[in-house]
């Protein structure tokens, strides 16, 4: 399968957390990013929602309250 645009994309298994996809791309502007990032993730046939822009750190953080 070829990528509608160059993205880094992994897998990650965060203890306390579970499975994550993580997509990294490259945009001049943010709005342009998140529809690179949702163009992969529909190629990939994964849902968008939730869709998080925060840190595992800071997901671990909210989770302890």
Do not use: M
Not at 7 to 35: P, T
Not at 53 to 64: A, F, I, R
């Amino acid at each position: 399968l070829q990528n509608p645009c160059p993205a880094n994309i992994c897998l990650d298994n965060v203890v306390g957390l579970g499975w994550f996809v993580e997509v990294e791309v490259l945009a001049q502007e943010a709005v342009v990013g998140r529809e690179q990032i949702e163009k992969v993730l529909l190629h990939l046939g994964l849902d968008q929602e939730p869709f998080l822009q925060t840190s595992y750190l800071g997901l671990l953080t909210n989770s302890e309250d």
